[in-house]
Structure formats: C-alpha cells, structure tokens
DNA sequence: GTGGACTGACCGCACGTACGGGCAGAGTAG
DNA sequence: CTACTCTGCCCGTACGTGCGGTCAGTCCAC
C-alpha cells in the first residue's frame, strides 16, 4: 500500500475504520452472506488475515456495525427530541431523521437495513437489539404523548411505529440518492401522509414536514456533526 | 419416506410441489443464501440430484417462488378490484390483501419478502420484477384515480404506494399470526392511518378498514380459494 | 424399447478462520 | 547511542467444511 501517513505510533485501530467501512459497503452491496473477506482484503490491498485480527469473527464484524450505527441513531434521536417539544413535530422529525441518514451515510443505512433481521435471533446482536428496542420505544412515548394530549386520534401506539418504520426501512430498496426524487421530497411526502393520518391538522403538519422548516433545520443540525 | 399415496403414475410434477414449498420454508426462515438443497432434501427423504433434475438450479427455483407468488398476488387484485369501485375501498382491499397474505401463505410471504431485492438486478428474474412493476402500478393507478376524484389530497402517488408498500412488506421482521396483534388488526390500523393521511372522511374510512366490513369481507372471497 | 423420476457418489470451488512468523516502533538497561 | 525485548499490526498459507451442480446408472410405467 502506498499509504505514507498512517499516524506512525497510533495507538488503537489503524486500518480498523477502514476495513469496517468496506466491510460495510459490501454488506450494503451484495448482503452479508454474500459479503467476504477475500473481496474486502483484496480491495483494501491486504491479507484476510489482518481482517480476523482486527475483528475476530465475520459475526462480530456485523454486530459491530450494527451497534455503531444505532449509537449514532439514538445520539442523535436524543439531541433533538431535547430540541422539540411538540409529538408532532417530533415524529416529523424521525421521519425527516430516518431519511437522511439514507444520504448521509447510505452504506451503513443500507446495511443496517437490509440485516436488521438479524437482530431478532442471532447470538451475539444482543447490544444492537437493544439499541434498536430503545429507538422504538422512544418513538412508541411520543405517539403515546400526542394521544394523551390529544393531538394524535387514539390508536395502537406500537402498530403505528411500526407503520411507520416499515416506510422507513424499506427505504433501501428502492430510494437512489441520485434520483429524480430527493430525500427531502421523500421526507416531506412520508411526513404529511403520516402526521395526516395520525389526525393532525393541515397547517402543523404543512410546516413540520417542510425540508426548510424548522423541524428540517432542527434535524440537519443535530445530524450534521456526522461522528 | 413412509409416504403410501404420492399418486402413482402422476404425469408432471410427483413431488415437484412438494420441493418448492420446502424450499419456501427454508427461504423464509433462513433467506435464500443460507437454504441449501441437502436440507431440503434429507427433509423430504430424497436425494439432492432430485431436486436438480426438476428444478436445474437454484436461482430458478426461487424464480419459481417468485412469480407464483406474484401471480396469485396479480389475480387476486384483479379480483377485488373488479368488484370494489371506489378508491378509498380499493386501497383499503390492497391493505387488506398484503396482510392476510401473511397468515394465508406466511412462508411464501416472508420467503418472498425477504428475497424482493433479488428482484432489481439479478438475471433470470425479468418476469417476476415485471409482474412486482405491474402490481405496484395497480395501486399507483388507484392513487391518481382517487386524487382526480378528489377523494385524495394530491400528493406524489408513486412516494405514496412506496410508503405503504414499505410498511406491508416490512412485515416479515416482526408480525407473529400467534401473537397479540391479529392480522384484523394489523389490517385495520393500518387501513385507517392510511386513508385519513390520503384525506378520506371519517365514516368512509372506519368502514374501509373495518376487519367485518365490506372491503374486508370481499377481499375474503377472492383470496379463499388458495390456489 | 422409450422416457421420465429418482439415486448416490463425486467434483470443484469458495469461504471462514487458525496458525506461525515477520517487522517496526516503544520502552528500558547499560 | 546501543542492544535487547516486548508488543501489536500485519502477512501468507493451509485446512476444513459446506454447498451447488454433474453424471452414470437404476427403476418403473407405458
């Protein structure tokens, strides 16, 4: 490898980040199964040998990803659901959140969504199963508060979220990022059939699904120190 | 095999079905990769050459998977569609119909679901993706008929059959016919948070989703006789 | 005889991963 | 500064296994 500047002296990782990355992208490409080592060492111009030395296990090497992605999804959950008061806005604000990472970070996005299954049963994912649990449940209290306050019609909090995550992490595949739709046309669309359907009124839902609203910006914010 | 009636001197087939509807359970509960035709065959008490010789290989055989099930899925919307006029009738039966199929035939569902991504690029799968196409452009056709009607508030069809589709096809990583949740009412949430976010009324849309309604019980009939 | 259903042994390959060793930098004693 | 050692990154190879697919041949119905 012509790499000079490898931070002689670093003390954790080096290639670590990088192999993960590709890793990443060929689960997203070609789906776990069909991702191997042999592909990620031979793109990377090294030994297969250095991948299980970093990782130990083609398993943990999944679960790895799995828990470094829902880490970030519920930084970032948490910042701004600290920002937003309203459960309008801040379901718009999932909605607008779930889309963007679909940009931001479309390998690990298609990843994490193409293996979620995963995470119901295999071994060693109890971590990222949890994370995942947690996210849901952050989005179940807040359709719960917008039905106490009134704001949502009444109905099954826990079907709902899982109406909406379907939309969501179905994403993967057919949305292109290059595409005639862009991801704010996809989350303005999602945002207003969605908070409609939960009985919220014409102009809430109008401005909480705007990509140049404040729920967007909010959102952007939040997302934009990509860790 | 202590199997006495396998209807001697049957032309085509013999066990042919019995094969496929194997290897669907096995594509179901452990995706099309991890299947493998020593399985499904030592399952069945017979040879692994068996399989070949009906089959050839193993991306036709989940071809096969495929299109039946799109098939049945096509005649089946064809079916309620000629008997179901209005719009908010006829996406409540698409609802209806994506649901039941999860209890009807859950292993050809999940096995379906699971694998719809091999739709997209994979050779050999040309039928199956237009017949996918076909369907989805059903529902789409609907859309902009309720939308013309006034019946919709305008939005973008194509985004809106994706946001639904999403949220059917995510199914497979968590409905449980046993569990709590009963696909009446899976159906019928669903139903009604869709349709009010497509704008329909109140009362139209309580008997839309209504698991005992009209809709409901129509869509019934047409997908009783399984074939 | 003819043709289709079925068998079971076998092949070749791809892939995860175990293992032994090389090598470069950091720390330390002299 | 030098020499030695320790440590962690990395390499190459080899192994075992699992799996898709081939093939020669048997059995049986017509």
Redesign the pocket.
């Known amino acids: 490898?012509s790499e000079p500047a490898?931070a002689?002296?670093?003390?954790?990782?080096?290639?670590?980040d990088e192999i993960l990355a590709t890793f990443t992208r060929h689960v997203a490409e070609r789906g776990y199964d069909?991702?191997?080592?042999?592909?990620v060492?031979a793109e990377l111009?090294?030994?297969?040998?250095?991948?299980?030395?970093?990782f130990?296990?083609?398993?943990r090497m999944l679960a790895e990803v799995q828990e470094r992605y829902m880490r970030r999804r519920l930084d970032e959950a948490h910042g701004f659901l600290a920002r937003l008061a309203a459960p309008a806005e801040r379901i718009a604000a999932f909605v607008h959140a779930g889309v963007r990472y679909s940009v931001d970070e479309p390998a690990t996005t298609v990843a994490f969504q193409r293996e979620v299954v995963r995470l119901t049963d295999e071994p060693g994912m109890e971590t990222a199963r949890a994370q995942r649990d947690a996210y849901r449940d952050l989005v179940v209290a807040v359709l719960h508060d917008g039905e106490a306050a009134g704001v949502f019609v009444p109905g099954d909090a826990r079907l709902r979220s899982l109406q909406m995550f379907g939309s969501l992490h179905w994403m993967w595949t057919w949305f292109d990022p290059r595409g005639r739709r862009s991801a704010a046309d996809v989350a303005a669309e999602f945002c207003r059939t969605l908070l409609r359907g939960l009985g919220v009124d014409e102009p809430t839902l109008a401005a909480a699904a705007d990509p140049d609203g404040p729920v967007a910006r909010c959102v952007a914010e939040v997302c934009a120190p990509r860790s």
Chains 1, 2 share one sequence.
């Open positions: 490898m490898v002689p002296g670093r003390p954790r990782g080096g290639r670590r069909r991702a191997n080592f042999g592909d060492a111009g090294m030994s297969k040998g250095t991948i299980v030395h970093h130990g296990t083609k398993d």
